[in-house]
């Protein structure tokens, strides 16, 4: 029997129902992505505006009515929200509204428990091997670093630092001016000196980029060389190094106009992918990572390919 799998992030919501075959391995049957963009004029405040409420309503009750057409059961369906939603003060408030219009129940996880779910479905698109990897997933409130190779979990930790929350706080001009840059190094340095010394200990030789920003940085450089890339159906891909470094000092250079006018741009990470991006070279320069795969998955795959725990 089919299940589903909602996942409530801060820019993105998705709807990913599959059925578990006889191999174990899920065979998807239908994905959908709402762009929600919850943490809009509230996220660095602590709550959810009353446009955030009406949006997420909505979304749901559009996918209900999806998962009606599949024959699913409200027990077969596991609902999880993110950071915009647990660190709102109406956050509840909003899970109590969702179960009384949808029936559905979220599960406002936290920020280690995505992290986690993040794992498992980065491990189910990328052959992680023996070696150390860092599993990097941006999400608009937070964003979750891993440290893991195919059989465990050295560290993990979620980060309260996501693209919504850098974009309020450091891209106050459109282009980002090199002073924002400098004040957001500033903050990501000391911010993720836990990350730091995990990395000093575990030694990864790669980073992992898991879907959103990801996704759109793959879709980006496949435009430049004239192909046109399908980020839903990504599964695994690699992102050159410096292909990246070329599409990130366009990003720098154009303002909002200039960044959709580039082919493979896509519009709901428009805004979001200029701070997303330099959080990416941070990360690759502070740490001396010269490789980049990215996976299409992330965790609303993990929590499939943990089903039914």
């Not at 050159?240 to 366009?250: S, T």
């Not at 320069?285 to 390919?305: C, D, Q």
Request: proline fraction near 4%.
């Amino acid at each position: 029997m089919p299940v589903a799998v909602i996942d409530l992030g801060t820019n993105t919501f998705h709807l990913l129902i599959a059925e578990q075959a006889t191999d174990g391995k899920p065979r998807t049957l239908h994905r959908e992505t709402f762009v929600a963009k919850i943490g809009q004029g509230g996220i660095s405040h602590g709550f959810l505006t009353e446009e955030a409420f009406s949006k997420t309503l909505d979304a749901l009750e559009g996918f209900r009515k999806r998962i009606n057409q599949f024959g699913i059961a409200l027990p077969d369906v596991f609902a999880t929200a993110t950071s915009a939603i647990r660190n709102a003060r109406n956050g509840p408030r909003l899970v109590e509204e969702i179960n009384s219009r949808t029936g559905i129940r979220v599960q406002v996880i936290s920020g280690d428990q995505e992290a986690e779910y993040i794992y498992y479905g980065v491990r189910a698109a990328v052959p992680l091997g023996q070696q150390t990897s860092l599993v990097m997933d941006i999400g608009g409130g937070s964003v979750e670093f891993i440290l893991c190779n195919a059989d465990r979990i050295y560290w993990k930790r979620s980060f309260e630092i996501g693209a919504q929350r850098l974009l309020d706080r450091y891209m106050t001009t459109d282009p980002i001016s090199p002073a924002s840059i400098g004040r957001l190094h500033d903050y990501l340095d000391e911010t993720l000196i836990p990350l730091t010394n995990a990395v000093h200990q575990y030694q990864p030789v790669r980073l992992v980029g898991a879907s959103g920003t990801f996704g759109t940085l793959c879709a980006i450089h496949s435009a430049s060389d004239g192909n046109v890339l399908d980020t839903e159906a990504l599964v695994e891909a690699e992102l050159d190094l410096n292909a990246f470094r070329d599409i990130f000092a366009q990003l720098l250079q154009k303002d909002r106009t200039g960044r959709l006018s580039m082919p493979g741009m896509l519009p709901m990470r428009v805004d979001m992918i200029v701070v997303a991006s330099c959080l990416l070279d941070f990360v690759l320069r502070k740490y001396g990572l010269t490789e980049i795969r990215v996976s299409g998955y992330a965790l609303k795959e993990g929590v499939l390919a943990r089903w039914p725990e």
